[in-house]
Protein backbone atom coordinates (compact mmCIF):
# COMPACT_ATOMS: atom_id res chain seq x y z
CA UNK A 1 0.00 0.00 0.00
CA UNK A 2 1.10 3.21 -0.90
CA UNK A 3 0.66 5.09 2.75
CA UNK A 4 -2.94 4.67 2.61
CA UNK A 5 -4.97 2.46 4.61
CA UNK A 6 -8.38 2.66 3.33
CA UNK A 7 -8.74 0.50 -0.33
CA UNK A 8 -10.11 2.51 -2.93
CA UNK A 9 -13.73 1.37 -4.72
CA UNK A 10 -13.88 2.57 -8.30
CA UNK A 11 -16.79 1.72 -10.25
CA UNK A 12 -15.78 -0.10 -13.10
CA UNK A 13 -16.45 2.17 -15.77
CA UNK A 14 -13.51 4.13 -18.42
CA UNK A 15 -12.16 6.14 -15.43
CA UNK A 16 -12.05 3.48 -13.34
CA UNK A 17 -10.35 1.38 -15.68
CA UNK A 18 -7.53 3.74 -16.59
CA UNK A 19 -6.68 4.22 -13.18
CA UNK A 20 -6.54 0.50 -12.37
CA UNK A 21 -4.32 0.11 -15.34
CA UNK A 22 -2.16 2.80 -14.21
CA UNK A 23 -2.26 1.19 -10.46
CA UNK A 24 -0.96 -2.25 -11.78
CA UNK A 25 1.69 -0.36 -14.14
CA UNK A 26 2.97 0.70 -10.95
CA UNK A 27 3.57 -2.63 -9.43
CA UNK A 28 0.52 -2.66 -6.91
CA UNK A 29 -2.79 -4.31 -6.47
CA UNK A 30 -6.08 -4.29 -7.55
CA UNK A 31 -9.06 -6.58 -6.70
CA UNK A 32 -10.63 -6.93 -10.62
CA UNK A 33 -14.25 -8.56 -11.47
CA UNK A 34 -14.26 -11.87 -13.50
CA UNK A 35 -17.02 -14.18 -14.86
CA UNK A 36 -15.65 -16.72 -11.56
CA UNK A 37 -15.12 -14.72 -8.88
CA UNK A 38 -13.09 -11.34 -7.74
CA UNK A 39 -9.55 -11.70 -8.40
CA UNK A 40 -6.60 -10.01 -6.72
CA UNK A 41 -4.35 -8.78 -9.84
CA UNK A 42 -0.60 -7.80 -10.06
CA UNK A 43 1.47 -8.09 -12.70
CA UNK A 44 2.96 -10.96 -13.54
CA UNK A 45 6.36 -10.16 -14.76
CA UNK A 46 7.43 -8.34 -11.41
CA UNK A 47 8.67 -10.29 -8.45
CA UNK A 48 7.59 -7.26 -6.31
CA UNK A 49 4.48 -6.64 -7.51
CA UNK A 50 3.72 -10.62 -7.16
CA UNK A 51 5.28 -10.52 -3.27
CA UNK A 52 2.38 -8.00 -2.83
CA UNK A 53 -0.07 -10.40 -3.70
CA UNK A 54 1.40 -12.96 -1.48
CA UNK A 55 1.88 -10.70 1.34
CA UNK A 56 -1.84 -9.30 1.11
CA UNK A 57 -3.79 -12.11 1.21
CA UNK A 58 -1.13 -13.85 3.49
CA UNK A 59 -0.89 -16.99 1.05
CA UNK A 60 1.58 -19.81 1.51
CA UNK A 61 3.97 -19.56 -1.76
CA UNK A 62 3.82 -23.14 -2.69
CA UNK A 63 0.66 -22.70 -3.86
CA UNK A 64 0.88 -21.02 -7.84
CA UNK A 65 -1.46 -18.06 -9.28
CA UNK A 66 -3.27 -18.43 -12.72
CA UNK A 67 -2.03 -15.65 -15.20
CA UNK A 68 -4.52 -13.97 -16.89
CA UNK A 69 -3.98 -13.31 -20.36
CA UNK A 70 -6.46 -11.52 -23.33
CA UNK A 71 -6.07 -14.73 -25.87
CA UNK A 72 -4.20 -17.66 -27.09
CA UNK A 73 -1.64 -15.58 -29.12
CA UNK A 74 -0.43 -14.04 -25.84
CA UNK A 75 -0.82 -17.11 -23.84
CA UNK A 76 2.41 -18.27 -26.21
CA UNK A 77 4.23 -16.18 -24.93
CA UNK A 78 4.78 -18.03 -21.37
CA UNK A 79 3.77 -21.14 -22.23
CA UNK A 80 3.99 -24.18 -24.58
CA UNK A 81 0.52 -25.06 -26.42
CA UNK A 82 0.73 -28.22 -28.01
CA UNK A 83 -2.28 -29.12 -30.76
CA UNK A 84 -4.54 -30.19 -27.43
CA UNK A 85 -3.88 -26.82 -25.52
CA UNK A 86 -4.91 -24.62 -28.71
CA UNK A 87 -8.20 -26.84 -29.32
CA UNK A 88 -9.17 -26.72 -25.52
CA UNK A 89 -8.40 -23.00 -25.62
CA UNK A 90 -10.48 -21.96 -28.86
CA UNK A 91 -13.35 -24.02 -27.39
CA UNK A 92 -13.59 -22.86 -24.15
CA UNK A 93 -11.98 -19.27 -24.28
CA UNK A 94 -12.19 -16.74 -23.18
CA UNK A 95 -14.22 -18.49 -20.16
CA UNK A 96 -13.53 -19.83 -17.04
CA UNK A 97 -11.16 -22.58 -18.10
CA UNK A 98 -7.53 -22.03 -16.99
CA UNK A 99 -4.72 -24.47 -18.46
CA UNK A 100 -1.89 -25.80 -16.81
CA UNK A 101 0.64 -26.08 -19.25
CA UNK A 102 4.67 -26.10 -19.89
CA UNK A 103 6.24 -22.79 -18.98
CA UNK A 104 8.30 -21.36 -21.50
CA UNK A 105 12.26 -20.81 -20.48
CA UNK A 106 11.64 -17.16 -21.83
CA UNK A 107 8.55 -16.32 -20.17
CA UNK A 108 9.59 -13.54 -18.58
CA UNK A 109 7.16 -14.97 -15.18
CA UNK A 110 8.14 -13.57 -12.06
CA UNK A 111 9.32 -17.18 -10.07
CA UNK A 112 6.58 -16.73 -7.54
CA UNK A 113 3.87 -17.09 -9.99
CA UNK A 114 4.68 -20.73 -10.94
CA UNK A 115 5.96 -21.76 -7.39
CA UNK A 116 9.26 -22.91 -8.76
CA UNK A 117 7.02 -25.59 -11.13
CA UNK A 118 7.67 -26.12 -14.55
CA UNK A 119 4.37 -25.73 -15.56
CA UNK A 120 2.46 -22.23 -15.63
CA UNK A 121 -1.23 -21.96 -14.96
CA UNK A 122 -3.07 -19.33 -18.14
CA UNK A 123 -6.41 -18.65 -18.43
CA UNK A 124 -8.21 -15.94 -20.55
CA UNK A 125 -11.24 -14.25 -18.83
CA UNK A 126 -14.71 -13.60 -20.20
CA UNK A 127 -15.70 -10.52 -18.16
CA UNK A 128 -15.52 -7.70 -19.82
CA UNK A 129 -14.10 -5.61 -17.10
CA UNK A 130 -10.89 -8.37 -17.01
CA UNK A 131 -10.87 -8.12 -21.11
CA UNK A 132 -10.66 -3.98 -21.03
CA UNK A 133 -8.16 -4.31 -18.14
CA UNK A 134 -5.62 -6.73 -19.97
CA UNK A 135 -6.20 -4.61 -22.92
CA UNK A 136 -5.22 -1.30 -21.61
CA UNK A 137 -1.79 -3.14 -20.17
CA UNK A 138 1.55 -4.67 -21.95
CA UNK A 139 1.58 -7.18 -19.70
CA UNK A 140 -0.21 -10.44 -18.48
CA UNK A 141 -2.53 -9.92 -14.68
CA UNK A 142 -1.46 -12.33 -12.25
CA UNK A 143 -4.73 -13.04 -10.33
CA UNK A 144 -5.62 -15.16 -7.47
CA UNK A 145 -9.12 -14.81 -5.50
CA UNK A 146 -8.93 -11.36 -3.70
CA UNK A 147 -9.93 -12.40 -0.09
CA UNK A 148 -7.21 -13.90 2.58
CA UNK A 149 -5.74 -17.05 1.87
CA UNK A 150 -7.91 -19.35 3.35
CA UNK A 151 -10.89 -17.40 3.67
CA UNK A 152 -14.27 -17.50 1.81
CA UNK A 153 -13.77 -16.32 -1.93
CA UNK A 154 -14.99 -13.37 -3.07
CA UNK A 155 -18.23 -12.59 -5.30
CA UNK A 156 -18.74 -8.84 -5.15
CA UNK A 157 -16.81 -5.69 -4.09
CA UNK A 158 -18.30 -5.78 -0.14
CA UNK A 159 -16.70 -9.17 -0.01
CA UNK A 160 -13.20 -8.39 -0.77
CA UNK A 161 -13.16 -5.12 1.58
CA UNK A 162 -14.79 -7.94 4.21
CA UNK A 163 -11.27 -9.15 4.34
CA UNK A 164 -8.59 -6.99 2.37
CA UNK A 165 -9.40 -3.75 3.10
CA UNK A 166 -6.38 -1.53 3.82
CA UNK A 167 -4.30 -3.97 2.56
CA UNK A 168 -4.59 -3.39 -1.13
CA UNK A 169 -4.81 -0.09 -3.43
CA UNK A 170 -8.00 -0.64 -5.06
CA UNK A 171 -11.25 -2.81 -5.76
CA UNK A 172 -12.77 -2.29 -9.80
CA UNK A 173 -16.58 -2.41 -8.56
CA UNK A 174 -18.40 -4.21 -11.47
CA UNK A 175 -21.30 -5.47 -9.62
CA UNK A 176 -21.58 -9.32 -8.69
CA UNK A 177 -20.04 -12.35 -10.25
CA UNK A 178 -21.84 -14.32 -12.37
CA UNK A 179 -20.60 -18.40 -11.99
CA UNK A 180 -19.71 -17.82 -8.63
CA UNK A 181 -17.21 -20.59 -8.33
CA UNK A 182 -13.89 -20.56 -9.50
CA UNK A 183 -12.47 -21.58 -13.04
CA UNK A 184 -12.08 -25.19 -13.60
CA UNK A 185 -8.47 -25.69 -13.87
CA UNK A 186 -7.05 -28.87 -16.33
CA UNK A 187 -3.42 -30.09 -17.12
CA UNK A 188 -2.69 -30.68 -20.01
CA UNK A 189 0.10 -33.53 -20.03
CA UNK A 190 2.90 -34.40 -22.38
CA UNK A 191 1.34 -37.07 -23.77
CA UNK A 192 -1.89 -35.34 -25.07
CA UNK A 193 -4.17 -36.32 -22.34
CA UNK A 194 -6.26 -33.60 -19.90
CA UNK A 195 -6.15 -33.97 -16.33
CA UNK A 196 -8.54 -31.54 -13.87
CA UNK A 197 -7.09 -30.28 -11.30
CA UNK A 198 -9.75 -28.58 -9.89
CA UNK A 199 -13.46 -29.03 -10.52
CA UNK A 200 -15.59 -25.59 -11.82
CA UNK A 201 -18.53 -24.61 -14.17
CA UNK A 202 -16.72 -26.46 -17.17
CA UNK A 203 -16.75 -30.06 -17.18
CA UNK A 204 -13.30 -31.16 -19.50
CA UNK A 205 -11.18 -33.70 -19.21
CA UNK A 206 -10.34 -36.52 -16.90
CA UNK A 207 -11.01 -36.51 -12.83
CA UNK A 208 -7.07 -35.82 -11.67
CA UNK A 209 -6.03 -38.18 -8.68
CA UNK A 210 -5.09 -35.28 -6.53
CA UNK A 211 -1.22 -35.74 -5.61
CA UNK A 212 0.95 -32.65 -6.02
CA UNK A 213 -0.20 -29.26 -5.49
CA UNK A 214 0.15 -28.13 -9.00
CA UNK A 215 -2.63 -25.46 -9.80
CA UNK A 216 -4.54 -23.08 -7.21
CA UNK A 217 -7.22 -24.55 -4.94
CA UNK A 218 -5.79 -27.45 -4.26
CA UNK A 219 -4.90 -27.15 -0.40
CA UNK A 220 -7.33 -29.64 1.81
CA UNK A 221 -8.35 -26.69 4.05
CA UNK A 222 -9.61 -23.92 1.52
CA UNK A 223 -12.24 -21.56 1.28
CA UNK A 224 -13.34 -21.44 4.94
CA UNK A 225 -15.72 -19.31 7.01
CA UNK A 226 -13.46 -19.59 10.32
CA UNK A 227 -16.63 -22.05 12.15
CA UNK A 228 -17.15 -25.79 11.78
CA UNK A 229 -19.45 -26.64 8.90
CA UNK A 230 -21.68 -30.10 8.79
CA UNK A 231 -22.92 -31.10 5.12
CA UNK A 232 -25.44 -32.56 3.80
CA UNK A 233 -27.88 -31.57 6.56
CA UNK A 234 -31.61 -32.02 6.17
CA UNK A 235 -32.00 -29.71 9.34
CA UNK A 236 -29.99 -27.27 11.35
CA UNK A 237 -29.63 -27.82 14.91
CA UNK A 238 -30.26 -25.17 17.76
CA UNK A 239 -26.54 -23.65 17.56
CA UNK A 240 -26.41 -23.96 13.79
CA UNK A 241 -26.55 -21.13 10.88
CA UNK A 242 -28.36 -23.31 7.93
CA UNK A 243 -27.81 -22.67 3.77
CA UNK A 244 -30.42 -24.56 2.21
CA UNK A 245 -31.33 -25.46 -0.91
CA UNK A 246 -33.80 -27.05 -3.24
CA UNK A 247 -36.59 -27.98 -0.49
CA UNK A 248 -34.47 -27.38 2.69
CA UNK A 249 -35.10 -24.14 3.57
CA UNK A 250 -32.15 -22.65 5.45
CA UNK A 251 -31.57 -19.06 6.90
CA UNK A 252 -29.46 -18.41 3.60
CA UNK A 253 -30.91 -20.71 0.68
CA UNK A 254 -28.75 -21.43 -2.54
CA UNK A 255 -31.49 -22.00 -4.52
CA UNK A 256 -35.10 -22.66 -3.73
CA UNK A 257 -36.06 -23.99 -7.42
CA UNK A 258 -32.82 -26.53 -6.67
CA UNK A 259 -30.66 -25.16 -9.47
CA UNK A 260 -27.00 -25.56 -9.39
CA UNK A 261 -26.18 -22.91 -11.54
CA UNK A 262 -28.10 -20.43 -9.31
CA UNK A 263 -26.46 -22.17 -6.40
CA UNK A 264 -22.66 -22.04 -7.66
CA UNK A 265 -23.39 -18.03 -8.25
CA UNK A 266 -24.43 -17.38 -4.56
CA UNK A 267 -22.05 -20.02 -2.69
CA UNK A 268 -19.90 -17.64 -1.54
CA UNK A 269 -22.51 -14.76 -0.83
CA UNK A 270 -23.75 -17.45 1.93
CA UNK A 271 -20.96 -18.91 2.98
CA UNK A 272 -20.17 -15.08 3.70
CA UNK A 273 -23.82 -14.16 5.47
CA UNK A 274 -22.66 -17.46 7.80
CA UNK A 275 -19.47 -16.21 8.60
CA UNK A 276 -21.15 -12.70 10.05
CA UNK A 277 -23.93 -14.71 11.77
CA UNK A 278 -24.27 -15.24 15.39
CA UNK A 279 -24.59 -18.71 15.20
CA UNK A 280 -21.13 -20.71 16.25
CA UNK A 281 -21.61 -23.61 13.44
CA UNK A 282 -22.61 -23.61 10.17
CA UNK A 283 -24.83 -26.35 8.00
CA UNK A 284 -25.11 -26.56 4.28
CA UNK A 285 -28.25 -28.83 2.87
CA UNK A 286 -26.90 -31.09 0.10
CA UNK A 287 -26.49 -30.24 -3.34
CA UNK A 288 -26.47 -32.57 -6.51
CA UNK A 289 -22.49 -33.84 -7.18
CA UNK A 290 -23.50 -32.84 -10.94
CA UNK A 291 -22.88 -30.33 -13.35
CA UNK A 292 -21.05 -27.35 -11.74
CA UNK A 293 -22.52 -29.34 -7.81
CA UNK A 294 -19.65 -31.10 -8.35
CA UNK A 295 -17.24 -27.73 -7.90
CA UNK A 296 -19.83 -26.77 -5.44
CA UNK A 297 -19.24 -29.92 -3.22
CA UNK A 298 -15.47 -29.77 -3.76
CA UNK A 299 -15.29 -26.42 -2.10
CA UNK A 300 -17.71 -27.14 0.45
CA UNK A 301 -15.29 -30.41 1.41
CA UNK A 302 -12.87 -27.52 1.62
CA UNK A 303 -14.78 -25.30 3.49
CA UNK A 304 -15.47 -28.05 6.16
CA UNK A 305 -11.55 -29.49 6.17
Not at 145 to 164: D, E, K, Q
Amino acid sequence: MSGKNVTEVRLADAGGIAEAARILESGRLVAVPTETVYGLAARADSAEAVAKIYAAKGRPDFNPLIVHVRDAAQAEHYAELSDTARALAKAHWPGPLTLVLPRRSDAGLAAAVTAGLPTVALRAPAHPVMQALLAAVDFPLAAPSANRSGFISPTCAAHVLASLDGRIDMVLDGGPCRAGVESTIVAVRADGSVEELRPGPLAVGVRGAGGNIEAPGQLVSHYAPGKPVRLLAAAAEADEFLIGFGAVAGDCTLSASGDVNEAAARLYACLHEAARAPQPRIAVAPVPDDGVGRAINDRLRRAAA
